[in-house]
């Protein structure tokens, strides 16, 4: 392998790994501003009635979440509110066809 075809590869694998990474962060500022905005006055209180989703379907949002972050010495997705938040930006900022 000739000295130029490393260093070439070597900046190729640079450039990869910043576009991944600008990307990710990018990623990462839009949804917590969008997850920001969306908890801003919709905000519900934790264990409230769902507003926009069946009683059912809430238990169900419910359970699921619950088992994606349960509750162990931090707080999981039922005592921070996941259902409740799950319901509004059902009803609120989802159009009928994603719905």
Known sequence: MSPSTHSNNSLTMNRREAIKRTAMMLGAAVSSTTI??????????????PQFITKAQAKL???????????????GALDVGV???IDVLYGKYMTAEEK
Not at 36 to 49: F, I, Q, V
Not at 61 to 67: H, I, M, N, P, T
């Open 36 to 49: 920001a905005g969306c908890l801003g006055e919709d905000r519900p209180e934790a264990g409230s009635k």
């Open 83 to 85: 259902p409740e938040l």
């Open 61 to 75: 949002v419910g359970a699921a979440s619950d088992l994606i972050l349960p509750a162990t010495d931090t707080p």
